[in-house]
């Protein structure tokens, strides 16, 4: 089949033949096949030293042309994909349907391996020319998959982890792959998954794109979730016809192919006219609203969007023509929707709540990975400005000119703009991705596109200070200058900033202007760790509802919830639903219980504390871990509620009888009161 030459080409033999007696781990059969391919159609060698296959400039600029709309919608995606996983060797990459590599998003620390292993912008990836690897596999087997290590047929890529995910258009065509590659010794199944979920959201930006001319409804079974990678979308005509759905819809709908809805009414799918939803979702401030599945009475949450352009002005007159319907229920807001029971959480939703319709800009507070743009998109959504932009800005992520730019415009002259790559991997090019048309709205900066929202800036204690005075001269003048010295620009936003501490000692050092520091905290709230929240459980329980909305059957049982509610979660929520998605992806059936725990996050492992541990009564000595940690919890809540039974009792859900019994079971007694 192959000539031994070297112990990578001995090795694919073997597993080939079934006579491997090291296979390291167990080889997926989508490798396999990947292997046979290589060897029977590409005829290539694994022990091959010839260099990676990179486009001739003109053909990369010509490919980089073509694909400038899916470079575009891949960007912001992409940057935030590789946020989460910063620290961790990982580089983001996204490739057309050909395997080329069009953009990407380098670690530095991955420098040289990705300049030895072709990871170069026009390299291409398919297995034709990069045999097995995780975006020339996926292009094949259409599907989310990881080649880690030994499973890459060329040897010189065998020190990579590759995790890559189809992108589809609206047709079910493949049209790109996204990737993270890194020289990670451990396949991360949860690396997996965060690509995936990105790669859906950029499918959405391109479905939300070609049919932004059409009616949209957007739609999913939890209405936290409308928005998000998991909804569906569905476009309808002006005549109120499905013209496309996407794939996250055909599977919530229960529907096989696109076809057996094309040209129907939404009628046909759901119990509402397309002119009643897009009324109701235009006076509900495009909260999602419940609707039912007119064949089977499932309940999802929707909106419905009216066509963006001027060409489907008919439309929209059309809408406006229709008896106005009954002004809907209240309803909660989704700020209600983050009230689980905690003190502290409780307070900023009701200080948030009083200042939802004035322009007082707002500082959030809290340890990363505890929510700080969770809460101030639902600020957003819960004011009268859910209708216009919600734009987010990291103020650490880009350098000063890049955050410059990207804030406040560029001039409309030719400029090029450097990808976050390392100089290595790359010649100086302008990116597609961020060199934005004359005359587009990306010119004007992301402070313009606010206009009317909401302007989030996170990390805001990493904002430079000369672009710290452009700032404090949009919160007071209520304006842009504009690089190329014309009128400024009115604007209306509201800014929302956010960040993990120590403003005022940057201050102190005059790393932070005075002036801008005490504008952006007219209102600070302080977004508790998850170790310290009181609603522990009842969020824990909330992000698994989440996270498993695509997969209903699955359940959380209760010795795993104990064991995720008793560890101290260092990365907060964040961490939490990481580590829900993984258990999730990995699960061999649909029940979780304490055996699904991944070990490389240490989750089971109780938050010790001393002062209990050493004073537990007899009668509780004998208490396992989990019940140590349990009574613990317990003690909090009576001690919150100064040995109120009565109102423990109703905050845990429970009657009062079964709370004595929890509290014999555990060992707890009250004091006698005198």
Same mark, same amino acid.
Request: net charge negative; aromatic share 6%; proline share 6%.
């Given at each position: 089949?192959?000539?031994?030459?070297?112990s990578?080409?001995?090795?694919?033999q073997?597993?080939?033949?079934?006579t491997?007696r090291d296979?390291?781990?167990s080889t997926p059969?989508y490798?396999?096949r990947?292997?046979?391919?290589?060897?029977?159609?590409?005829?290539?060698d694994?022990?091959s030293q010839?260099e990676?296959y990179v486009?001739?400039?003109?053909?990369?600029?010509?490919?980089? +042309?073509?694909?400038?709309e899916?470079?575009?919608?891949a960007?912001a995606?992409?940057?935030?994909?590789?946020?989460q996983?910063?620290?961790?060797g990982y580089?983001i990459?996204l490739t057309d349907?050909?395997?080329?590599?069009?953009d990407y998003?380098?670690?530095?620390s991955?420098r040289?391996?990705?300049?030895r292993?072709g990871?170069v912008?026009?390299?291409?990836?398919?297995?034709?020319?990069g045999?097995t690897n995780g975006m020339?596999?996926?292009?094949? +087997?259409?599907a989310?998959l990881?080649?880690?290590?030994?499973?890459?047929?060329?040897?010189r890529?065998t020190?990579?982890t590759?995790?890559?995910a189809p992108?589809?258009d609206?047709?079910g065509?493949?049209?790109?792959?996204?990737?993270?590659s890194?020289e990670?010794?451990?396949?991360?199944?949860?690396t997996?998954?965060l690509v995936?979920?990105?790669?859906?959201?950029?499918?959405?930006r391109?479905f939300?794109y070609?049919?932004?001319?059409?009616?949209?409804?957007?739609?999913h079974?939890r209405p936290?979730?409308?928005?998000t990678?998991?909804?569906?979308?569905i476009a309808?005509d002006?005549?109120?016809a499905i013209?496309?759905l996407?794939?996250?819809a055909l599977?919530q709908l229960?529907v096989?192919?696109a076809v057996e809805?094309?040209g129907a009414p939404l009628?046909?799918?759901?119990?509402?006219?397309?002119?009643a939803l897009?009324?109701?979702?235009q006076?509900?401030?495009?909260h999602p609203l419940?609707?039912?599945?007119?064949?089977h009475?499932?309940r999802?949450?929707?909106?419905?969007?009216?066509p963006q352009?001027k060409?489907?002005l008919g439309?929209k007159q059309?809408?406006?023509?229709?008896?106005?319907l009954?002004?809907p229920?209240?309803g909660?807001?989704?700020?209600d929707?983050l009230?689980?029971?905690?003190?502290?959480?409780g307070?900023?939703?009701?200080a948030?709540r009083r200042?939802?319709?004035r322009?007082?800009p707002?500082?959030?507070?809290g340890?990363s990975?505890?929510g700080?743009?969770f809460f101030?998109?639902?600020m957003?959504?819960s004011?009268?400005?859910?209708?216009k932009?919600?734009v987010?800005?990291n103020c650490?992520?880009?350098p000063g000119g890049q955050l410059?730019r990207?804030?406040?415009?560029r001039?409309?002259?030719?400029?090029g703009?450097?990808?976050?790559?390392?100089?290595?991997v790359?010649?100086p090019e302008e990116s597609?991705?961020t060199?934005?048309k004359?005359?587009?709205?990306?010119d004007l900066g992301?402070?313009?596109q606010?206009?009317?929202?909401?302007?989030?800036?996170d990390?805001?204690?990493?904002?430079?200070?000369?672009?710290q005075?452009?700032?404090?001269?949009?919160?007071e003048?209520r304006?842009?200058?504009?690089?190329d010295g014309e009128?400024?620009i009115r604007?209306?936003?509201?800014?929302?900033s956010?960040?993990?501490?120590g403003l005022q000692?940057?201050v102190?050092r005059?790393?932070f202007r005075?002036d801008l520091?005490?504008?952006?905290?007219?209102l600070v709230?302080?977004?508790?760790p998850?170790?310290?929240r009181k609603?522990k459980?009842?969020?824990?329980?909330?992000v698994f509802?989440?996270?498993?909305?695509?997969?209903?059957?699955?359940t959380?049982e209760?010795?795993?919830?104990?064991?995720?509610?008793?560890y101290a979660w260092p990365?907060?929520?964040r961490?939490?639903?990481n580590v829900?998605?993984?258990m999730i992806?990995?699960?061999?059936?649909?029940?979780?219980d304490?055996?699904?725990l991944?070990?490389?996050y240490?989750?089971?492992?109780?938050e010790?504390?001393p002062?209990?541990?050493?004073?537990l009564p007899?009668?509780?000595?004998s208490?396992?871990p989990?019940e140590k940690?349990?009574?613990?919890a317990?003690?909090k +809540?009576?001690?919150?509620?100064?040995?109120?039974?009565?109102?423990v009792a109703?905050?845990?859900?429970?009657?009062r009888?079964?709370l004595y019994?929890?509290?014999?079971?555990l060992?707890?007694?009250?004091?006698?009161?005198?």
């Open positions: 089949m192959l000539q031994p030459i070297g990578h080409a001995r090795y694919i073997s597993v080939l033949r079934g491997a296979e390291r781990p059969d490798v396999k990947s292997w046979l391919r290589c060897l029977t159609q590409y005829h290539l694994p022990q010839r990676p486009l001739p400039r003109d053909e990369r600029l010509a490919r980089k +042309e073509l694909n400038l899916l470079v575009s919608f960007d995606e992409m940057a935030h994909l590789y946020h996983l910063a620290g961790s580089s990459i349907r050909d395997g080329v590599l069009l998003y380098g670690d530095l991955f040289n391996a990705a300049f292993t990871l912008l026009g390299a291409v990836w398919s297995e034709e020319h045999g020339g596999t996926c292009l094949f +087997e259409r989310p990881i080649v880690h290590r030994d499973q890459h047929f060329f040897s890529n020190g990579l590759c995790c890559a992108i589809f609206y047709r065509d493949l049209v790109a792959v996204l990737d993270a890194g990670s010794d451990r396949a991360q199944q949860h997996l998954v995936n979920m990105s790669a859906q959201m950029i499918e959405n391109i939300l070609r049919f932004k001319d059409e009616f949209v409804v957007r739609f079974s936290e979730l409308v928005g990678w998991g909804e569906g979308i309808l002006a005549a109120g013209a496309a996407d794939r996250n599977f229960g096989k192919t809805l094309m009628e046909r799918v759901f119990n509402i006219s397309l002119a897009v009324g109701r979702s006076k509900k401030s495009f419940p609707i039912y599945d007119a064949h009475g499932g999802f949450f929707a909106i419905a969007q009216a352009s060409r489907a439309g059309r809408l406006a023509r229709i008896e106005e009954p002004p229920d209240p909660r807001t989704p700020l929707d009230d689980f029971g905690d003190p502290m959480m307070r900023n939703i009701q948030a200042t939802q319709s322009d007082v707002i500082l959030l507070l340890e990975g505890t700080k743009e101030a998109r639902a957003h959504s004011s009268d400005r859910a209708d932009p919600f987010m800005v650490s992520f880009l410059e990207e804030l406040f415009g001039p409309p002259i030719a400029r703009v450097q990808p976050l790559a390392p100089a290595a790359a010649p597609p991705a060199a934005a004359p005359g587009t709205e990306e992301r402070v313009v606010a206009n009317g929202g909401t302007l989030f800036l990390d805001v204690g990493e904002l430079p200070l000369e672009l005075a452009r700032l404090l001269h949009v919160i003048e304006e842009v200058l504009r690089p009128a400024p604007v209306d936003v509201r800014v929302v956010a960040a993990r501490g000692e940057k102190r005059g790393e005075e520091f005490y504008r952006l905290q007219s709230l302080t977004m508790p998850l170790r310290e609603d459980s009842a969020l824990i329980r909330h509802a989440q996270e498993s909305a695509a997969t209903p059957a699955v959380l209760d010795d795993l919830a104990d064991a995720l509610r008793a990365g907060n929520i961490q939490l639903r829900l998605r993984g992806a990995m699960r061999s059936g649909d029940r979780l304490g055996s699904c991944p070990t490389d240490g989750v089971g492992q109780a010790v504390a002062s209990e541990d050493c004073e007899p009668e509780a000595q208490l396992n989990l940690a349990e009574r613990g317990l003690l +809540e009576i001690e919150l509620h100064h040995g109120n039974i009565s109102r109703q905050k845990l859900g429970i009657g009888n079964t019994r929890k509290m014999r079971r060992g707890i007694t009250l004091p006698s009161r005198h």
